[in-house]
């Protein structure tokens, strides 16, 4: 997608997409495909299987895009979520390849810290808080994110006994959200 790309736009298509417009939905396609294809491949690993999954979220885009609204988030947040949920069901029926290396809580880089002021988007609000957290909480909690990983997963891959996992995750998004809602 195109970063410059009005989300006002993308909101359309999808209400367009819900009365069954096809030019929409094509449109639609064209502008998130590239994005969601690339959070499908870095959850899934390989091509084949992402590009399955990108089918299936297109599917649900084309059934469900009635569901969207707009006064509870963004329309590439929406998309992205529905992509991240596809990529784990696909994940938990197994048969498909999962992010296994192990996970070095100490040697990441700390992120660098963001001055206020320069706080404009969303995603430099998200940066600074996540740079806020303890390392460990962190480090599992993109890990999650961006892999799909269960706490089993995260547990196995740090070497932690998985009620710390547990714990650190909990606390993590505790304090993200904390953060996020000042």
């Known amino acids: 997608m ?7 736009d993308i909101a359309g298509l999808l209400m367009a997409t819900a009365r069954q417009d096809q030019q929409a939905f094509e449109r639609l396609y064209r502008l998130t495909s590239a994005k969601l294809f690339g959070i499908c491949k870095r959850m899934l690993l390989q091509g084949t299987d992402a590009e399955d999954v990108l089918q299936e979220v297109y599917i649900t885009v084309w059934a469900k895009a009635a569901q969207f609204d707009a006064q509870r988030g963004k329309p590439i947040t929406w998309l992205t979520t529905i992509a991240r949920s596809k990529c784990i069901d696909r994940l938990r029926l197994g048969g498909v390849d999962r992010h296994m290396d192990p996970v070095d809580l100490d040697q990441l880089p700390e992120p660098e810290k963001t001055d206020p002021v320069e706080l404009a988007s969303d995603q430099q609000r998200l940066d600074n808080c996540l740079s806020n957290l303890q390392t460990q909480h962190r480090t599992v ?3 999650a994110f ?3 990983c269960t706490y089993h997963d995260l547990a196995a891959r740090t070497g932690v006994p998985l009620g710390t996992m547990k714990s650190w995750i ?3 998004l505790m304090s993200l959200k904390a953060c996020l809602e000042q």
Do not use: V
């Open 2 to 8: 195109d970063e410059a790309q009005d989300p006002s």
């Open 141 to 143: 909690i993109k890990t």
């Open 146 to 148: 961006f892999d799909g």
């Open 170 to 172: 909990r606390r993590g």
